[in-house]
C-alpha cells in the first residue's frame, strides 16, 4: 500500500478526482485505502461538498460511514472531487476540480460521484464511498466501468452528510470489485442514533441468494444510444446463460418519476442551502453593516455556482405559499405509485434490470453545449429507484467501439441488498472487465 500512497499525488494530477489528500504518504499499520465524496466530514480534511461556499471549511468530526471504516483498519487517503452538493450527472457543475474519465480524459466521470468512481477505477485495490440522491452512486460507476450500490434509503447512516434531499440521499460504496461491496457495506451499514432514519433497519443479510430472475421495464429500454441497446441485449443473454430467467413488464410509473424527482430534491435542497448566508454557515466577507437580505445576496450570487442557483429557485418557487400542496405534496404521491410499482413487479421477480445510463460518458464539449433539461433528463433510468428509496447496483457489462464501458443496474426490493451483493459476485465470474491502461 505504501508503493500507492508514494503514486497518489501523480495520480491526481492526471485524473483530478481529488479535492483534498492526506498529507501522510505512509499507510503503516491500515487494513485498507479508501476514499471518500467531499461532501462527507472528516476531522483531518477539508470539507466543500464542491462548492465555494464551503471553501476552507475544516469538520471537526468524522461522519459516521467515515469512523466505522477507520475503526475497521482503513486509511483516508483522499476526499473526492463532486458537482456542488451533488447538482448535477457530470461532475462538471464543481466550484473546484473536474474528475476525468480513467479511459478517455476528455470525457466525464458521471455524477455526481465522479472523483469516487474515478478513484475506484485508477487505484489498485480501492474502495471509494458515494452518495446517492438520483442515481449519483451508478451513473458514475457505469461511466468509470466499476462496481456501485446505493443501499435502502436509512441503511447507512447519513450523520456527518452534507445534505442535499434528506428524504433521498443515500451513502454507498464504488470498487473495482464485486465481492468488496458487501465486504465494505457491512462495516458501514447500521443504526446510529445520530440519524434516526436509520433506527428503522432490519438486519444487515450477507449470505449468498441466488438471483433466479430479472423484469425488464419496457419504459427502461427506450431512448437508449444504439450501442447502449445493443450491448445490453447481449449482456441480457450473458445472464440467461447462468440461469435467470429475463422477462419484459409494464411499469407505467417509471416515466413520471424524473419530473417528481425535480421537485422533491430541488425544494429539499433549497431549504438546505438557506444556511450558507455567511452569517453562521458559508464564507464570510464583504460589509457587515449591510441589511441581512444585502449582505446574503451578495455572498450567495457570489459563491454558488449556475446550478445550485437554479436548484434553489426551482425549490423555492416549488415551496411557495400556495404552491406546497399543489407541487410538492403531488411529487409524494407520486412517489408512492413509484415505490407500488416496483413492489408490485418484484412480487413475482428478484430484481428490476434496465441499462444503468442511455450512452457512455460523453466528452466535456459535448457538455457544454447540453441545456439543463437535457442533462436532467440523462438521469432517467436511475431516478426511480432513488425516489423509491430501494437499493439498487450497477455493474460494468460491455464496452463500446471506443472502448467506453457500459453498466446495467439492478433494483431489489428495500433491504434486500444481500440479492445484489449476490448477483454482483455471480457476474464479476464470467464478466471479462477491462480495467484501463494508468500512467502517471
Same mark, same amino acid.
Given at each position: ?162 445534505d442535499y434531499g434528506n428524504s433521498l440521499d443515500k451513502i454507498g460504496v464504488l470498487s473495482q470489485k464485486a465481492t468488496d461491496l ?5 462495516i458501514i451499514a447500521g443504526k446510529d442514533e445520530r440519524d434516526p432514519t436509520s433506527m428503522a433497519q432490519p438486519d444487515f443479510k ?90 446574503f445576496t451578495e455572498v450567495r450570487s457570489k459563491y454558488f455556482g449556475d446550478e445550485a442557483k437554479r436548484r434553489i429557485l426551482l ?50 464539449? $459535448? *457538455?457544454?453545449?447540453?441545456? %439543463?433539461?437535457?442533462?436532467? !433528463?440523462?438521469?432517467? &433510468?436511475?431516478? =426511480? ?32 441488498? $444481500? *440479492?445484489?451483493?449476490?448477483? %454482483?459476485?455471480?457476474?464479476? !465470474?464470467?464478466?471479462? &472487465?477491462?480495467? =484501463?491502461?494508468?500512467?502517471?
Amino acid at each position: 500500500m505504501d508503493s500507492v500512497m508514494k503514486d497518489l499525488k501523480a495520480i491526481n494530477a492526471k485524473y483530478q478526482m481529488f479535492h483534498a489528500m492526506s498529507d501522510d504518504i505512509v499507510a503503516g499499520d491500515a487494513k485498507f485505502l479508501f476514499s471518500a465524496k467531499d461532501n462527507l466530514t472528516s476531522y483531518d480534511m477539508e470539507a466543500c461538498a464542491g462548492s465555494r461556499i464551503l471553501e476552507g471549511y475544516h469538520p471537526v468530526f468524522d461522519a459516521t460511514c467515515i469512523s466505522k471504516l477507520r475503526e475497521a483498519g482503513g486509511k483516508l487517503v483522499g476526499k473526492t472531487n463532486m458537482d456542488e452538493f451533488g447538482f448535477g450527472t457530470f461532475s462538471t457543475n464543481s466550484g473546484f476540480e473536474i474528475p476525468r474519465n480513467p479511459y478517455d480524459l476528455n470525457r466525464a466521470c458521471g455524477g455526481s460521484s465522479g472523483g469516487s468512481a474515478c478513484a475506484a477505477s485508477v487505484i489498485e485495490d480501492h474502495m471509494s464511498l458515494g452518495v446517492s440522491t438520483g442515481g449519483s452512486i451508478c451513473c458514475p460507476a457505469s461511466f468509470c466501468g466499476v462496481y456501485g450500490i446505493a443501499p435502502t434509503y436509512g441503511r447507512v447512516s447519513r450523520h456527518g452528510l452534507i445534505d442535499y434531499g434528506n428524504s433521498l440521499d443515500k451513502i454507498g460504496v464504488l470498487s473495482q470489485k464485486a465481492t468488496d461491496l458487501k465486504k465494505y457495506m457491512q462495516i458501514i451499514a447500521g443504526k446510529d442514533e445520530r440519524d434516526p432514519t436509520s433506527m428503522a433497519q432490519p438486519d444487515f443479510k450477507t449470505d449468498y441468494r441466488k438471483m433466479k430472475s430479472v423484469a425488464v421495464p419496457k419504459e427502461g429500454i427506450e431512448g437508449l444510444s444504439k450501442e447502449v441497446e445493443s450491448i445490453f441485449k447481449d449482456a441480457l443473454e450473458a445472464l440467461k446463460s447462468i440461469g435467470i430467467d429475463v422477462d419484459y413488464v409494464d411499469m407505467p410509473s417509471l416515466k413520471y418519476a424524473m419530473p417528481a424527482y425535480y421537485i422533491l430534491a430541488t425544494s429539499e435542497a433549497s431549504t438546505n442551502l438557506a444556511r450558507y448566508v455567511g452569517m453562521r454557515y458559508g464564507h464570510q466577507e464583504g460589509d457587515h453593516s449591510l441589511k441581512f437580505d444585502d449582505y446574503f445576496t451578495e455572498v450567495r450570487s457570489k459563491y454558488f455556482g449556475d446550478e445550485a442557483k437554479r436548484r434553489i429557485l426551482l425549490g423555492t418557487y416549488a415551496r411557495m405559499a400556495g404552491f406546497g400542496g399543489r407541487h410538492y405534496a403531488k411529487a409524494r404521491e407520486v412517489r408512492q405509485v413509484v415505490i407500488n410499482d416496483y413492489k408490485r413487479v418484484l412480487e413475482t421477480h428478484d430484481a428490476v434490470l434496465a441499462p444503468t445510463m442511455p450512452f457512455t460518458a460523453p466528452r466535456f464539449d $459535448d *457538455i457544454s453545449k447540453m441545456s %439543463a433539461l437535457e442533462s436532467y !433528463k440523462a438521469d432517467y &433510468l436511475t431516478v =426511480p429507484a432513488n425516489i423509491a428509496g430501494t437499493p439498487h447496483l450497477s455493474v460494468p457489462c460491455g464496452y463500446d467501439s471506443e472502448g467506453m464501458p457500459v453498466g446495467m443496474q439492478f433494483v431489489a426490493d428495500h433491504w434486500n441488498e $444481500d *440479492i445484489l451483493f449476490s448477483i %454482483a459476485e455471480d457476474w464479476e !465470474k464470467q464478466f471479462d &472487465l477491462k480495467r =484501463p491502461e494508468v500512467s502517471i
